[in-house]
């Protein structure tokens, strides 16, 4: 499975939880942001909207509200669950860039 179509699955994750749990969709339904995940080879943007990841494509956004900067092996072990987020973060495999309320918040969400 190529990288996006990982990322792709973690959003169809996201939106599943989202219809599963009405308490967490209303908490960040007001929340308007703007993900990138820069991964060196390739970089992705992601869209959050009414409790929705609305736009997902192969670009860099020019105004993130979050970046993450990582390599597609570290993202894969994230996603799989191989490598957990605050080890990445402590070793330097992923670094992260923006607001620590909107650090929180992603965390929150997956």
Sequence with gaps: MSMQQE???VI??????M?????????IAH???VFNLDLGTEGYTLKLKDSRI????????????VTVITTPENLQG?????LRPMRAYVL???QVKG???DLLFLKKLF
């Design 54 to 65: 609305y736009e997902f494509n192969d670009t860099l956004d020019e105004n993130p509200d």
């Design 78 to 82: 994230l996603i799989d669950g191989s």
């Design 99 to 101: 607001k620590i309320d």
């Design 31 to 33: 929340l308007e942001k």
């Design 7 to 9: 990322i792709q699955a």
């Design 12 to 17: 169809d994750r996201f939106h599943r939880k």
């Design 92 to 94: 330097k495999k992923i």
């Design 19 to 27: 219809e599963k749990d009405p308490e967490l969709k209303k908490e």
